[in-house]
């Protein structure tokens, strides 16, 4: 599955997701909160995790928390709180929202608060 989505990402490639922002999510389902501590992670209000979310719009350009277009700069959580003081899912979202040269700016409209804060989540959960 992993390589159907870079496959696909790669044919698509990173500058493509403007063109869909545009478009509203495909499927929405309604949120519904039921956790526990030992349950996976929650959906988000799209009905995906923070890990599927990062594959649908991030993975292409941040393959396994790296970066095609800027490769000095990675997801590593390290890496991110020593070079732009990045440390929350806030702060991830913030970049998302208003990214540097080389990113596509990814607002509410194509990703919403409680998606790209499960995005920042599972970044900073992933990559040390």
């Keep these: 599955?992993?390589?159907?989505?870079?496959?696909?990402?790669?044919?698509?490639?990173?500058?493509?997701?403007?063109?869909?922002?545009?478009?509203?999510?495909?499927?929405v389902m309604s949120?519904?909160?039921?956790?526990?501590?030992?349950?996976?992670?929650?959906?988000?209000?799209?009905?995906?995790?923070?890990?599927?979310?990062?594959?649908?719009?991030?993975?292409?350009?941040?393959?396994?928390?790296?970066?095609?277009?800027?490769p000095s700069k990675t997801l590593s959580a390290k890496a991110m709180a020593d070079r732009s003081k990045i440390t929350k899912p806030e702060d991830i979202v913030k970049i998302m929202r208003h990214p540097g040269p080389g990113m596509n700016k990814f607002d509410e409209g194509m990703i919403s608060n409680d998606d790209a804060?499960?995005?920042?989540?599972?970044i900073l959960a992933t990559f040390p």
């Design 31 to 70: 949120t519904s909160k039921a956790a526990t501590s030992a349950a996976p992670p929650a959906p988000s209000a799209t009905g995906l995790t923070g890990e599927q979310l990062f594959k649908q719009h991030c993975a292409v350009c941040h393959p396994n928390g790296g970066n095609t277009i800027t």
């Design 117 to 122: 804060k499960k995005i920042g989540q599972y």
């Design 1 to 27: 599955m992993a390589i159907l989505a870079l496959v696909t990402g790669g044919v698509m490639g990173c500058k493509k997701k403007s063109e869909e922002q545009a478009q509203p999510p495909q499927s």
